[in-house]
Nanobody, 114 residues
Framework: QVQLVESGGGLVQAGGSLKLSCVVS????????MAWYRQVPGKPRDFIAH???????NYADFVKGRFTISRDNAQDTLYLQMNMLKPEDTAVYYC????????WGQGTQVTVCS
């Protein structure tokens, strides 16, 4: 059973930085494409960034130049470095992968105050 566990969220002032982590267990991390999403109450979950198993990345326009997705296959861990945070980045952040089915973490809350 693949499990994803996020950490690293918290409260930060606008302009600050946070680094999220997502540890993957129960699967073969290095073959997985991975992604980050976020969600605010009452709205759909939004795509943030994706990283291919070989390292190619792509981002949503609203985070380009501010957020960086990366992975450490030796540690079975996905990261999201978030810089220049804005109040509108406040959300619950989820990591995601798919093998035969979708797998989501439990989410980590990020709150950016102005």
């Amino acid at each position: 059973q693949v499990q994803l566990v996020e950490s690293g969220g918290g409260l930060v002032q606008a302009g600050g930085s946070l680094k999220l982590s997502c540890v993957v267990s129960g699967g073969t991390f290095y073959i997985y494409d991975m992604a980050w999403y976020r969600q605010v109450p009452g709205k759909p979950r939004d795509f943030i960034a994706h990283i291919h198993r070989y390292g190619h990345t792509n981002y949503a326009d609203f985070v380009k130049g501010r957020f960086t997705i990366s992975r450490d296959n030796a540690q079975d861990t996905l990261y999201l470095q978030m810089n220049m945070l804005k109040p509108e980045d406040t959300a619950v952040y989820y990591c995601y992968t798919r093998d035969r089915r979708d797998h989501w973490g439990q989410g980590t809350q990020v709150t950016v105050c102005s």
